[in-house]
């Protein structure tokens, strides 16, 4: 499966449309961390203290037992809703940047022969 991320000629993929690329024996990583480093950096939040959750920590969330299918046009329009928050109010662009700065390393794993 390593090979489908591969690049023939040019040797392992590293970097594809601003994601970074891990591979490892067991899988592979995606992340966006140089991306947030330097978006936390340019914003000036470099010495801001560090949110490890994008919302509070008092708020109760549940294990979801009966799988209950997403709505992916209602999840995609809410997407776009705080996209436009964020480009509309300026404050809330406090807390997302804090998040950034606390969960640079986070990022998506594929195991191999995972479906």
């Not at 000629?9 to 966006?32: D, I, P, W, Y």
């Not at 991306?35 to 000036?44: A, D, G, N, R």
Request: net charge neutral; aromatic share 10%.
């Amino acid at each position: 499966m390593q090979g489908e991320f591969e690049m023939s000629m040019m040797g392992e993929l590293n970097f594809f449309l601003g994601l970074q690329v891990k591979q490892l024996e067991h899988g592979t990583f995606l992340c966006q961390s140089k991306y947030c480093k330097e978006l936390v950096k340019k914003s000036e939040m470099d010495k801001c203290k560090e949110a490890s959750t994008p919302i509070s920590t008092s708020c109760y969330l549940d294990l979801d037992e009966k799988g209950i299918i997403v709505d992916q046009t209602k999840y995609r329009g809410l997407i776009g809703s705080l996209l436009y928050l964020t480009a509309s109010r300026p404050n809330i662009m406090l807390s997302i940047l804090k998040y950034l700065k606390g969960t640079v390393n986070v990022g998506l794993w594929y195991p191999n022969g995972a479906p």
